[in-house]
Antibody
Framework: QVQLVESGGGVVQPGRSLRLSCAAS????????MHWVRQAPGKGLEWVAVISYDGSLKKYADSVQGRFAISRDNSKNTLSLQMNSLRPDDTAVYYC??????????WGQGTLVTVSS | DIQMTQSPSSLSASVGDRVTITCRAS??????LGWYQQKPGKAPKRLIY???NLQSGVPSRFSGSGSGTEFTLTISSLQPEDFATYYCLQHNNYPRTFGQGTKVEIK
């Protein structure tokens, strides 16, 4: 079955970097665009970034543009999010999600990122 | 950016009630909208895609309607397991945007 497993979250100081990963299995990873979506504690869902199936197209939310970079390795069925210059308002659970050309259908369980000194 | 205005932000209802949640888009998005259910500590679960298509495995008491700028999620007869927060999401353009969420609570 389709499985997405995020990792890499943790506590990090403001201004530092963190790299999240999402391991995909149970489907042809290279055939799907992939998203990152986040949710701050007690808040709603916020779309973060998307990457096309082949990595040629990347889009970002204004709130992370220039600080975050989405990438993928189709040979390893892995999606990544490099987060630089982290701020306290980046604190959230980060989800990866599969895009079947409509709204995302499958989501991981999420990984918590806490930005605090 | 396309703004998604979801209402109400919360509602109290009883088991068996009919519940309606609305999302309004700031511009025409055709049928490019989906609905999600999220329970505390869990990932969102897709209920509806392309405005009215029911996700496989989702009970038929859930339905979606609308097009253009106004969309509705209806739960025809609320069940105990339906108490959760619901979100709409547009995929017509980037950035993708969610509604603010509707928390459905037990009356």
């Amino acid at each position: 079955q389709v499985q997405l497993v995020e990792s890499g979250g943790g506590v990090v100081q403001p201004g530092r970097s963190l790299r999240l990963s999402c391991a995909a299995s149970g489907f042809t990873f290279s055939g799907y665009a992939m998203h990152w979506v986040r949710q701050a504690p007690g808040k709603g869902l916020e779309w973060v970034a998307v990457i096309s199936y082949d990595g040629s197209l990347k889009k970002y939310a204004d709130s992370v543009q220039g600080r975050f970079a989405i990438s993928r390795d189709n040979s390893k069925n892995t999606l990544s999010l490099q987060m630089n210059s982290l701020r306290p308002d980046d604190t959230a659970v980060y989800y990866c999600a599969r895009d079947p050309n409509t709204v995302p259908d499958c989501w991981g369980q999420g990984t918590l990122v806490t930005v605090s000194s | 950016d396309i703004q998604m205005t979801q209402s109400p932000s919360s509602l109290s209802a009883s088991v068996g009630d009919r519940v309606t949640i609305t999302c309004r888009a700031s511009q025409d998005i055709g049928n490019d909208l989906g609905w999600y259910q999220q329970k505390p500590g869990k990932a969102p679960k897709r209920l509806i895609y392309a405005a009215f298509n029911l996700q496989s495995g989702v009970p038929s008491r859930f339905s979606g309607s609308g097009s253009g700028t106004e969309f509705t999620l209806t739960i025809s007869s609320l069940q105990p397991e339906d108490f959760a927060t619901y979100y709409c999401l547009q995929h017509n353009n980037y950035p993708r945007t969610f509604g603010q969420g509707t928390k459905v609570e037990i009356k």
